[in-house]
C-alpha cells in the first residue's frame, strides 16, 4: 500500500505518494518527476502552502547532489514564488479569519437592533407617561424658543430680575425678555454683574475689565453712562433699582428680587454633595437632577472670548461634570441603568474624553446584554484620546473593557 506525501490527498493518481519500497526502485530524476507531478496536482486541487514547501524541501534533498546549475536556478526560483506564495496565502488566511469576525459581529449588532426597535414598537403599542429626569419648577423659552431652561421656583412671573447666564444669555424681568442694551458693551457689564450675584465689583476693576484701553477719566465717564443706561432700562421693567452703588463698588441689589441660573446651580451641587456625604441618596439624587438640568450649556456661549468668563467657564464646566458623573453614579447604584446610561452619555456629548463616563456606559451596555456596544464604546474613548489628548485608554479603562468583554459585568464606571 502507498503512503501518501504529507499533506496530499490521495484522490486521484497524479498526487499519489511514492511508497519506499518503489523509491528504492527508482532513479533520483524518476523520484524528482513523481514528487513535481504529485505537488502538480495538489496545488491544481487546492494544496496547503505548507505541504508544498516540504515537498519542494525533498526535491533540493535530491537534486542538489547533482550541482545541474540550471536546474539549481530552476529551484531557486522555484522557491521564491513559493515563499510568495505562502505569505499570501496567510494573508487570505488573517483576512478570512477577520472577515468571520466581522459577520459574526454584524449579527449580533443587527440583533440588538430588531430587540431595540421591537422594544420601542412595544411602547408605541403601550403608550405611556415617560417620567421628567427631575421636577423643575417654573420654566422660561431661551431666546429664539429653541429649549425650555429651568427657571426661578416661584415661577418667572413671580420674580422681578433673573438672569440665564449658562448658555446663551436671557435675562428677564417679570418672564419677559429684556432686549435693546443700547450697545454691546452696555450688554458685557449687565452680563458681569449678574453673573457677581449680588456681590460687588469696584469701579476701578470694572474700568480695568471693560475700558483697559482707554485713558481713566475717558473710562469713568464710559462706566458712568454705562451704569445709567442699565439702571434706567431695568427700572422701566420693573420700577425697582436693581443695581446699587456704595464704597466705589457696584453690585445687583438681591433685596429687589433676583436669581441667576449660575448661583442656583452652585447652590444645587452643593447640597448633593452634602447629602451624599451623608448618606442621604435620594436628596442627593433631587439635588444634582436639578443642577444638571440647569446647565444648559457653557457659560455664556454667546461670548465665547469675553477674558472674564473664560476662567469661570472652565471651572463651571468642572462641576457639571462632576455632578453629572455623580448623579450617574446614584442612578445605576440604584438599579436605573437606562437612565445612568443616558446621563453617561450626555456628558460625553459636553466632554468626549471623560473617561468615568465612558466606563460607565460601557458597564452599562454590559448589564444590558449589548456587548457588541461595549467594543463601540470602547473605540470611541480611545479615538477621543488620541485625537485629542495623543494618549491612550488608562489601565483601569482597559482593565474594565477586557472584563466586560470576557462576560464579567461590573455595576460601576469607576
Not at 498526487?15 to 495538489?42: F, H, N, W, Y
Not at 441689589?253 to 451623608?278: H, K, P, Y
Not at 445612568?340 to 451596555?365: F, K, N
Not at 456596544?373 to 477586557?402: F, G, H, I
Amino acid at each position: 500500500m502507498c503512503v501518501p506525501a504529507p499533506g496530499f490527498s490521495t484522490a486521484g493518481k497524479a498526487s499519489t505518494g511514492v511508497g519506499l519500497s518503489d523509491a528504492q526502485m527508482l532513479t533520483p530524476g524518476a523520484q524528482v518527476g513523481q514528487l513535481v507531478e504529485s505537488l502538480i496536482a495538489d496545488l491544481q486541487s487546492g494544496g496547503s502552502a505548507g505541504a508544498a514547501a516540504e515537498l519542494l524541501d525533498r526535491v533540493h534533498a535530491l537534486l542538489e547532489p547533482a550541482g545541474d546549475p540550471a536546474m539549481v536556478a530552476m529551484l531557486v526560483a522555484t522557491d521564491q514564488i513559493a515563499a510568495r506564495w505562502r505569505c499570501e496565502a496567510d494573508q487570505l488566511e488573517v483576512y478570512r479569519r477577520a472577515q468571520c469576525r466581522a459577520v459574526d459581529s454584524e449579527s449580533e449588532t443587527r440583533r440588538s437592533l430588531i430587540t431595540a426597535l421591537q422594544a420601542v414598537a412595544e411602547l408605541i403599542r403601550c403608550p405611556r407617561d415617560w417620567p421628567r429626569a427631575s421636577p423643575l419648577d417654573g420654566e422660561v423659552q431661551a431666546s429664539g424658543g429653541l429649549h425650555s431652561r429651568p427657571g426661578p421656583s416661584g415661577g418667572m412671573a413671580a420674580c422681578a430680575l433673573a438672569a440665564f447666564l449658562l448658555g446663551p444669555c436671557v435675562i428677564q424681568c417679570h418672564g419677559q425678555v429684556i432686549e435693546g442694551w443700547r450697545g454691546a458693551k452696555v450688554a458685557r457689564v449687565v452680563r458681569y454683574l449678574m453673573f457677581r450675584s449680588g456681590r460687588s465689583a469696584h469701579r476701578d476693576m470694572l474700568i480695568e475689565t471693560f475700558w483697559p484701553e482707554c485713558d481713566a477719566e475717558v473710562a469713568r465717564r464710559n462706566l458712568h453712562q454705562t451704569m445709567y443706561l442699565i439702571r434706567r432700562v431695568l427700572r422701566s421693567r420693573t420700577g425697582l433699582e436693581h443695581i446699587a452703588y456704595e464704597n466705589e463698588a457696584y453690585a445687583v441689589d438681591c433685596r429687589a428680587g433676583f436669581w441667576c441660573d449660575v448661583e442656583e446651580f452652585e447652590a444645587r451641587v452643593a447640597a448633593g454633595r452634602c447629602a451624599e456625604r451623608e448618606g442621604r441618596a435620594d436628596e442627593a439624587i433631587e439635588e444634582f437632577e436639578r443642577g444638571v438640568a440647569l446647565y444648559a450649556d457653557d457659560l455664556l456661549e454667546d461670548l465665547p472670548y469675553e477674558d472674564w468668563a473664560l476662567t469661570e467657564r472652565d471651572r463651571l464646566r468642572v462641576t457639571y461634570l462632576d455632578c453629572a458623573n455623580r448623579l450617574a453614579e446614584l442612578r445605576l447604584a440604584g438599579g436605573a441603568v437606562d437612565v445612568a446610561l443616558e446621563i453617561s452619555q450626555q456628558v460625553l456629548r459636553r466632554e468626549p474624553c471623560d473617561e468615568t463616563a465612558h466606563r460607565r456606559a460601557m458597564s452599562c451596555y454590559s448589564l444590558t446584554g449589548r456587548r457588541p456596544l461595549v467594543v463601540q464604546q470602547y473605540r470611541r474613548c480611545s479615538s477621543a484620546l488620541a485625537d485629542t489628548l495623543d494618549l491612550e485608554p488608562s489601565k483601569e479603562t482597559t482593565d474594565l473593557y477586557c472584563s466586560l468583554v470576557n462576560g464579567q459585568l461590573r455595576t460601576t464606571g469607576r
